[in-house]
């Protein structure tokens, strides 16, 4: 439900606000309202409390050393993060005054000097290791070429590869080469994989100029070696490669080893450094929510109703009657900036994830978290209803719901998920269903309600009637929104659309024979009633709304035809496996399609329940544009 | 000759709107899935916007139904 707010005003001396501010954050109650702009400008006697320049600056140094702190935490691996200690162990709180003391901030610097480093120069090796992969080859196939012709002197050698597809060049590059270097040259061609031939060329020295040009002009690949190579010579670099490689896993073990060492000093000590200043950060940024005459201070802002009394007696507890609360009365232009806090209980609560993707409701308007919670689960029932799916989906919710403890809204869909598979197996009871037929194939199980491959008429009448039952209770909750926000006309208008409905419902319940004919006279004065009521208050828009609302109650088919779908589904897997003949093979296929089936039970009923509430019955009176409350609180509360 | 018709009517009742969702359904996903690439965070709301063609071929289906029923 969404809590009765109040709003608060907090005035006291100006030389208690800081400690006021931190009393608050500490609470983490108070939506803080910030001052309106007009404030400060008219001529009125309230001021907007300027943010002193020492706790101006204070704040740009907090945020800086905070930027550096998270650079260092991110470069840290998690994985060697030891338990919290060091400056934050025991009764004694870190002072502010430590993290900007000269000593701390040499500390860091040496730290993120440390770990810049290291990152570099792992980064550097990650970088040596792939060069020398690429050359590795290359360099190993023309090696036997390099060693004949070592210790020649005054003789130029360079190594170059050339694309397969393009072999036929070689003969032309020789004749080339022998011409610049008036035959005094050697050419050595070696295979080095199916796409690339080495060649070696040797020359002398003189001709190394025009020989350079050559292989450019012809956009031949120079095997150029990487910078660190460039002074030995091709083979002497290959023995250098080779070795380095061999080093090369020792070098970024010991690496690793000193950042995991880093991290096992510093991970959790930069966690709650960080969180200390993102808190001292945000303290210094409510400064300027604040107003202020002379001598007080004067803070506004919003908490539940119930909390109030708590709040009164903690400013009371801290600083007796230098500081006041009160309760203000809220003005009517006031209404709609009114934060909503919506709270439901446990069972409840994971069903609001599905809030999170809409606009939060208006203040005052009808949460719809409980209507979600009971409606959900049911469809979700109504459409897999299978005890053997519903108990698989139960087993896999407890483990996800185990395994994302930590992240909150995959923990909160598990949860959903939970309380929906409870529901497709009683469901799965009442249509006698256990992976399809299979139950009944035994002779163990029957339908207790209805057979949903036999009776699908049944079972359309149900879908149906459920979309009728519920869109028209979305009716009533919207005449009780507009009437809660005190919109008669509006609130009027939903009332003779639901009136409209009823009436033509029972009107087709008459002709369909469940009614007595006696009825039709009244139940189409009544229709007519409502509908020119309708067009009085919402014009031809009205009864466009009311064919839409038809539109909406046919969609609730789906509950029927999803339904049949994922039992037909099931009963084919059962006939696949019963047609091979062989036991195993039976289950292996009756598996496979089963276990598609349960992935599609999954997606399909969770995905068509969340749109029948989304489009058909949110539609019809969720009231969205309000302001979330956000309680000016420390961080990791 | 007239089974065979209803048949064919019922077949046509649900293949015509199942064309329909499925062009719907390619449009919004691929809009959907540019979407998704600037804001993630609207994942949600993009499969709902998915799910909501299959009004039309759910309906063909209770049509067909009807038709051979």
């Known amino acids: 439900m969404i809590k009765v707010m109040s709003k608060v005003q907090l005035i006291g001396s100006k030389a208690l606000l800081d400690e006021v501010i931190r009393l608050l954050h500490n609470l983490g109650i108070v939506h803080i309202e910030s001052i309106p702009a007009r404030i400060g400008l008219e001529d009125s006697y309230l001021r907007r409390q300027p943010i002193e320049r020492e706790k101006a600056l204070l704040k740009e140094r907090l945020e800086k050393i905070l930027e550096r702190l998270k650079g260092i935490y991110l470069l840290l691996p998690a994985s060697g993060a030891g338990r919290e200690e060091g400056l934050m162990t025991g009764d004694m709180p870190v002072l502010l005054a430590d993290i900007t003391s000269h000593a701390f901030l040499d500390e860091v610097d040496k730290l993120e000097k440390e770990v810049k480093g290291l990152h570099a120069e792992k980064a550097g090796l990650s970088e040596e290791i792939s060069s020398i992969g690429r050359y590795e080859k290359i360099l190993k196939g023309i090696a036997p070429l390099v060693a004949k012709l070592k210790g020649l002197n005054n003789f130029e050698t360079i190594g170059i590869t050339i694309d397969r597809a393009k072999e036929d060049i070689i003969p032309l590059l020789e004749n080339e080469v022998g011409r610049i270097a008036e035959e005094r040259h050697q050419f050595f061609v070696k295979d080095i994989d199916k796409d690339t031939i080495g060649i070696v060329i040797t020359y002398p020295k003189k001709y190394d100029a025009k020989m350079k040009a050559l292989i450019a002009s012809e956009a031949i690949a120079e095997i150029k070696l990487p910078e660190r190579y460039t002074d030995m010579t091709l083979f002497d670099a290959l023995k250098v490669m080779i070795k380095r490689r061999e080093e090369m896993p020792v ?20 966690e709650l450094l960080m969180r200390l200043l993102r808190d001292t950060i945000d303290e210094l940024k409510t400064l300027v929510y604040c107003a202020h005459t002379r001598f007080t201070f004067v803070i506004v802002g919003w908490i539940p ?94 483990y996800l719901k185990k395994r994302f403890k930590a992240k909150e809204y995959l923990a909160n869909l598990a949860s959903v998920l939970t309380i929906s598979s409870l529901f497709a197996v009683a469901f799965g009871i009442f249509f006698g269903e256990f992976f399809g037929d299979l139950g009944e194939r035994f002779g163990l199980l029957h339908p207790i309600i209805f057979d949903r491959v036999k009776a699908m008429k049944v079972f359309l009448v149900l879908a149906i009637g459920i979309g009728i039952g519920h869109i028209l209770l979305g009716l009533m909750l919207a005449i009780v929104n507009y009437i809660h926000r005190g919109k008669g006309k509006e609130a009027m208008a939903k009332a003779s659309t639901l009136i409209l409905m009823l009436a033509l419902i029972t009107i087709v319940a008459i002709l369909a024979g469940y009614l007595p004919k006696g009825l039709i006279t009244p139940g189409v004065v009544i229709m007519l009633a409502a509908f020119i009521i309708l067009i009085l208050f919402e014009g031809i828009i009205g009864p466009l709304e009311a064919l839409k609302t038809i539109g909406n109650i046919l969609s609730y088919a789906r509950i029927m035809a999803i ?20 036991v195993i093979l039976g289950i292996f296929i009756a598996g496979i399609i089963h276990v598609i089936n349960i992935l599609l039970g999954i997606l399909s009923p969770g995905i068509q329940s969340l749109r029948l509430h989304y489009v058909e019955f949110f539609s019809k009176f969720y009231q969205a544009g309000g302001r979330r409350y956000e309680p000016f609180r420390k961080t990791g509360k | 000759m ?32 540019g979407a998704l690439a600037e804001k993630p965070e609207l994942s949600g709301i993009v499969i709902i916007l998915t799910a909501i063609p ?12 009807l038709i051979l029923a």
């Open chain 2, 2 to 33: 007239e089974k065979g018709l209803i048949a064919l009517a019922a077949a046509l009742a649900i293949a015509i709107p199942a064309l329909a969702t499925a062009w719907a359904q390619s449009k919004i996903g691929s809009a959907g899935a």
């Open chain 2, 54 to 65: 299959e009004t039309m071929v759910i309906l063909g289906f209770v049509i067909a139904y």
């Open chain 1, 305 to 398: 109703k119930d909390k109030f009394h708590a709040l009164s007696i903690a400013i009371m507890d801290k600083f007796s009657d230098k500081v006041m609360v009160r309760e203000m009365e809220i003005r009517e232009d006031e209404i709609d900036l009114i934060p909503v806090y919506i709270k439901n209980p446990k069972l409840l609560k994971p069903f609001e994830v599905f809030l999170n993707i809409l606009p939060p409701p208006k203040y005052g308007s009808v949460d719809p978290t409980p209507y979600l919670a009971l409606f959900f689960p049911t469809f979700f029932g109504l459409i897999l209803g299978d005890i053997g799916y519903g108990g698989i989906l139960f087993m896999l919710s407890l």
């Open chain 1, 251 to 270: 070098l970024v073990m010991n690496i690793d080893n000193k950042l995991n060492g880093l991290a096992l000093e510093w991970y959790k000590k930069l």
């Open chain 1, 563 to 582: 339904g049949t779908a994922s039992v037909a589904l099931a009963l084919v897997a059962n006939k696949l496996g019963g047609l091979t003949g062989n």
